[in-house]
């Protein structure tokens, strides 16, 4: 209903005699899943001794549902049986409850709330009531092993006419074509058993999630796409062409697409490839591609996170579909050479710089974010950054790829150059002491310490008289309440520069950001020496911080060069042995946190700090341990977030957004797109990969400490653990004990 009610439920209850049975815990045998996909769900029960039922629930469209009970008496006598239909409509201010309608031959219940007029009509049923419920019922005599089928339908249309003729076309429609369909189209979606049930489950609710997030197309966007969570109380628009959706429906972002497109690329391949070709069909002529286009013509106006050759090449990878890497590459090219353009490169060294912290989609980054009192506040645009020049590197690699299938080679060279510009300027980025890639200031390529030179209320000229080795930028941070209104801050900073050069930096006004009372400004010069360092136009009662940039700090991003494969022999050994498996940074109990533990902002909630458990970054970082050789650290990785994600289903029946590092709670919104089980990372890790009914991707053993199996399209992929089992549909089976990077195809020998 999409907020336009605070609450609509339809459940079933039984009547035998003066016995009303509606409470599932005093059902005779309770209720248990048989099957569900995306938009259909069948469930078992037996509300009364020997009276068995088979429920089947299919959400038709975003207006309607409908369903049907299946009730059979496997008792050895005739019995008679009232079924009901229960509706309870919690309306906004100024609608009704669900009330009994009769016209003409039909019997219905009716609601209106929002500009909504819920209805429910059961086939043959009457009005009736459970208590103070609404409700339909049918009464009937049923023989041993007879069984009777009751189907009803509920719509939510703005005319009670609307949503009777919706209800009446549902149940009056022959569903068996239907239901085909969404049988055939679950059949695609791979089954995964891994002995746990409680694995398995979560596996096959992330498909459901992950496919039941698609929308559109729309005018605007040629492919459907997708939202970040798709709930009951999300997907109205008051304006009608949903350009007042908010942020969890108002585009696609290529951070989410990365955890999302890999998982679905399998069973619905054209939602997949419709996502990059969305993008595509955005694309300005210079390359410039949105950072996120929406379905109702939302654009950010940032240059779009280069990850779209990445999972074009993953698509590919997983589907073999040469025409649509054909398709898509030159643009796709194009789009990455904007990114080495003056504009994103703005120091020309072939390794560009983020423009925003929500650019990189780590909004809250504890070095960089300039709304949250506890960040740094540095200018991210003054520094290079290990994720950025992770994704373009492997954007680069993804190419390369691209045009030997294509037979492109004349564009490696180029693509070669800037791969290895980059891999120049990541080592550059590490430091042994910390076995850790940092930030680095966009000059001096340095990581230099930050310090704290003052803290205080209102203007000051403040004498420091101190060198910095490796030279440093200034920061100035002013924090005031919420409601601060951005005043007229200057600051001006009297020192020596890298050559020794005195100057007089004086950054104006302008110059100073202000998000909700906090403000802040980077200097643009750097500096070997400071003298003096004057701050004017303080607003009453806010408190200044002067320092300068401390690049130190870690976070989960500085890990990605292991996902891009950029990191390498001893540097990637300390990288996993010494940081990323090390419990007091990185290696939580329920996964991979925004930032190190030990950072002074740390909080394992999210709250009121950095912290958390994000699906992306952890995804990426799983990849780089299993393709980096590292498969059991992958697969104890997965281990970690499995334990979080499974408490949050069965305590609150839903993914979330992002998990507790420490404890087990899930935070942010439910069944938010990219925090579903990780599918694609336990197949990586697995290192399986069905590409048809007749191929399949193999390499190395199984890590987990149980035996897997894959099926899907008719080829099982049994992994133990010390060889691989592959059936084929043509009754084809195959050992393999090798551990080395193989296809194994139905029919010919291995290669």
Known sequence: YGLRARDMRLFPAFREGDAVIIDPNEFAAPPAVNFFTVNLIQVSFSPLADIHVVADYWARGSHSVAGQFAITNQRSVACSIQFLL????????????????????????????????????????????????????????????????????????????????????????????????????AADIPEIETGDPDWDAAFAFAYKVALQSYVGPTQHLPYPSFIFTRTPNKGYSARGDGGDHNWQWDGQVATEAYVNLPQIAQCAPELAKGIIRNYLAVQEPNGFIDWKPGLAAQRNRALCIPLLATLAWIIYEYIEDRDFIDEVYERLKKFVTIWFSSKYDRDGDGVPEWSHTIQSAFDDCPSFVRWQKWGQAADITLSESPDLASYLYRECQSLIKMAKVLGRENDEPLLHARAEMIRITVDQMWRAHTASYHYIDLETHESPIGYELWRGNGDIDLPVHRKFAPSARVLVKVMGERDTAPSQVQVIIHGRGRRGRHRVETIPARRMTWYWGLGSVTSDKLYAEIDRIEVSGVPQGCEVIIGTVDYTRQDQTLLLPIWAGLSKGDRLEALVRRTITDPARYWRDYGIPNCSALDPVYKADNRDGSGGVWMMWNTMIGEGLADGGFTVEAAQLIEKIMRAMIFTLKKEKAFREAYNSDQLEGLGERDYLWGVAPLHLFLRTLCVRIISEKKVWLRGRNPFPFPVTVKWKGVTVTKGEKTTVVKFASGEEKVISEEGEQIVNDGLESS
């Open 86 to 185: 229960c509706a309870v409509l919690r309306a906004l201010e100024g609608g009704s409850v669900m009330n009994h309608v009769k016209k003409e031959a039909a019997q219905f219940l009716q609601g209106e709330t929002g500009n909504l007029k819920p209805t429910v009509l059961v086939r043959d049923g009457v009005t009736d009531d459970v208590g103070s419920w609404a409700a339909l019922s049918q009464s009937f005599e049923l023989a041993p092993n007879e069984t009777q089928i009751i189907k009803w339908a509920q719509a939510a249309r703005p005319s009670p006419e609307a949503s009777l003729d919706v209800c009446k076309g549902l149940i009056g429609q022959d569903w068996s074509e239907e239901i085909k369909k969404i049988e055939s189209l």
